[in-house]
């Protein structure tokens, strides 16, 4: 009879163990789903902080288009800010800070690479819903304002979305402006897919300033 107890009480065990493994990795998970929703927040009051210290411009001409000019910037709390980026269709005005880093991009999107003046800059950013997350639902034809630390404002229009692997860094960023690539683009923002295997990419062309 004791050992009839005993094998009956070790699944019992066994049950319980796999119960309490179960409730602790269900417990965690609603930890991490918390705490992404609060670092998004977060990252999106963040963001509204630092462009309400950046203009809002209006002026979409420029007075100096030299593609070899740097651009102005503006530091705040310690991070140099070459100006904003917004889509007005998404409600959405962020910052962009002048490098990146993985560090930075936790407070705003950041140039990855490139320069307005010579109509080839490339933007990176986080995925958070109050970040980059909602490009992934960009459409052609979509209107993106690039705002400087002058106020000097240049009108943009969503041309394509694409989605390019990790590895894809030169198709992220040559364009028939910069080098021999036949890819027409003015502008680029880029942020992790969902599953963070590829990049999701948004390419805008330039509607307004010289020549066009």
Request: with cysteine; proline share 5%; aromatic share 8%.
């Amino acid at each position: 009879m004791a050992k009839a107890e005993q094998r009956e009480t070790t699944p019992r065990k066994r049950g319980g163990v796999l119960i309490g493994i179960g409730i602790a990795l269900i417990a965690a998970a609603l930890a991490l789903t918390a705490y992404n929703l609060w670092d998004a927040y977060r990252a999106g009051q963040d963001a509204a902080a630092i462009s309400s210290q950046l203009p809002e411009g209006t002026q979409e001409t420029a007075l100096k288009w030299d593609k070899n000019a740097d651009m102005p910037t503006k530091t705040i709390d310690g991070y140099r800010y070459i100006g904003t980026i917004a889509i007005p269709s998404m409600n959405l005005k962020l910052p962009v800070m002048a490098k990146w880093d993985y560090d930075r991009m936790t407070i705003s999107p950041c140039r990855y690479s490139g320069s307005y003046w010579a109509d080839d800059m490339v933007i990176c950013g986080h995925d958070y819903s109050t970040h980059f997350g909602p490009i992934a639902n960009c459409t052609p034809g979509q209107d993106v304002y690039f705002t400087n630390v002058n106020g000097l404002r240049i009108h943009y229009q969503v041309s394509n979305v694409e989605i390019l692997r990790p590895t894809d860094v030169e198709k992220m960023i040559e364009n028939s402006k910069n080098s021999s690539a036949t890819a027409e683009w003015d502008l680029s923002l880029f942020t992790c897919t969902i599953s963070g295997q590829a990049r999701c990419t948004v390419r805008c062309v330039r509607v307004s300033g010289p020549n066009r």
